[in-house]
């Protein structure tokens, strides 16, 4: 006797945009390992799927009009929408939530970090389908970067009250993760086929400081949440499968210098990116930043001292209100100076919520468009007399992209790049017809020029 077996029904499909930073695209990541715990397949176009979850940036206003732009987009062709992220916690006019005034219509809002409310929404609004039998999700979650890259974040939320920000607003204090739940996820993505791991937070060298450096276990072995003791660990584990460690959006504080003799040793990149935003004391001060230009340059010159190898990634910030000409040309000095390997400058905006918007000296759109240009061609300078440097350097290239087998060339990138925000190495077609590139695989190159931000390299 047979029993008829009932036809399975289609899963629902989940459209997903992931905007911003990489804070945001770890919450993306999140959200789409749950939905595929949960049954649901995800569509690759607004129309097709069942509903759309857009993870929304609201830092800047460039960033809120994107993100209102998207949802708006979303609902013309879906009309079933689902906002998460940073502008579902902004206010808008009479303190109202904003995504709300702006498309009343979208099904749901919630803040960043919200992963259980989102689901909560998707489950109101697109029930799954119950299928027991069938596991979806890979041991290291969905990932929204290439297999050979990925994003592992330690805490969320920031204790510094930096007068042009309104993150702390939206995301709250610092609260680091635990670190066994750190080196688990860790570990995973290494065993996933994970080349280069980048360690990111609001504040990365403020990990632990929330729960006192509380001791933690990982592997059966007690272990302090302090972030000396994560890029310890990361390192040891990163040793095993070959792989990068990365470290983003570190403050300078004097006990990041206890990672240094750990860069100059080779487990985790001679690489950290510093968020300095300016160097001028009275600048930093009416910006509320934790650190004075002076000992900046002092710390820069002492880890140089440990790892004569690192390189300095940082953002600026031109035309802060009130600040003078003078205030500007010591910025310029000091980039000069300290010679910052990579650097990323932004005209002020007021962003609104900023308490810097209530300080005097507001100046002008165009005057800080202005020096947001003065800065980037010195910027521009340092950075390409440094690649020069490089040219007759033999370095490890991580392959990003190698149509053909590499055959007839790629790119790549150095310890010296990390993706999307810094240069590339372009590799050039082998001399040897049996040497192949493959991506998410390492190779030597030997560099053989520089190209405005980028490296050129004859793969040996």
């Not at 029993?3 to 993306?28: E, H, M, N, R, Y």
């Not at 820069?300 to 003078?324: D, H, K, M, Y």
Request: proline letters at 6%; one cysteine or more.
């Amino acid at each position: 006797m047979t029993q008829d077996i009932p036809a399975q029904s289609a899963a629902p499909k989940i459209g997903f945009v992931s905007l911003g930073c990489p804070k945001a695209l770890t919450d993306s990541e999140l959200i789409l390992t749950q939905l595929r715990a949960e049954g649901y397949d995800t569509s690759k176009t607004f129309a097709g799927a069942d509903l759309v979850i857009v993870n929304t940036c609201g830092f800047i206003d460039d960033a809120v009009k994107e993100s209102l732009d998207t949802i708006g987009e979303a609902l013309a062709e879906n009309g079933k929408v689902i906002v998460t992220g940073c502008l579902g916690a902004k206010a808008g006019e009479g303190g109202g939530n904003l995504v709300r005034q702006m498309h009343p219509s979208v099904l749901a809002v919630t803040g960043p970090h919200a992963t259980y409310e989102v689901m909560d929404a998707v489950h109101r609004h697109s029930p799954k389908p119950h299928d027991p039998f069938v596991d979806l999700v890979p041991a290291q979650g969905v990932k929204l970067t290439p297999k050979h890259y990925a994003y592992l974040k330690i805490s969320e939320g920031c204790n510094h009250r930096c007068s042009f920000c309104i993150i702390p607003s939206m995301r709250g204090d610092l609260v680091s993760r635990p670190i066994g739940d750190v080196l688990g996820e860790a570990q995973r993505l290494f065993e996933a086929g994970v080349k280069e791991l980048l360690v990111i937070s609001q504040d990365t060298s403020a990990y632990g400081v929330d729960v006192k450096y509380r001791t933690g276990f990982w592997d059966g072995k007690p272990v302090k949440t302090r972030m000396l003791d994560l890029c310890q660990q990361l390192g040891e584990l990163a040793a095993g499968y070959g792989a990068w460690v990365r470290l983003h959006y570190v403050y300078p504080y004097p006990h990041v210098d206890e990672i240094l003799p750990l860069m100059a040793q080779g487990a985790v990149l001679p690489y950290l990116d510093v968020p300095f935003q300016h160097s001028h004391p009275a600048v930093l001060k009416r910006m509320k930043r934790p650190a004075s230009g002076e000992k900046n340059l002092d710390r820069l010159q002492r880890w140089r001292e440990i790892c004569p190898e690192i390189v300095v990634r940082s953002t600026f910030i031109a035309g802060f209100p009130g600040e003078t000409e003078d205030e500007f040309e010591h910025l310029l000095a000091f980039m000069r100076e300290a010679r910052i390997d990579r650097a990323g400058c932004f005209a002020y905006s007021p962003v609104k919520g900023a308490t810097a918007n209530e300080l005097p000296g507001m100046l002008p759109a165009e005057l800080r468009e202005e020096r947001r240009a003065r800065f980037m061609a010195v910027a521009e300078e340092v950075s390409a007399a440094k690649l020069r440097e490089r040219v007759g350097a033999t370095m490890q290239v991580l392959v990003d992209s190698a149509p053909a087998l590499g055959r007839k060339g790629g790119v790549g990138r150095s310890y010296a790049d990390a993706p999307e925000i810094d240069g590339t190495v372009k590799l050039l077609a082998p001399e040897k017809a049996s040497k192949t590139l493959k991506v998410g695989e390492f190779t030597k190159a030997r560099i053989v020029g520089a190209q405005g931000h980028d490296l050129v390299a004859m793969p040996i």
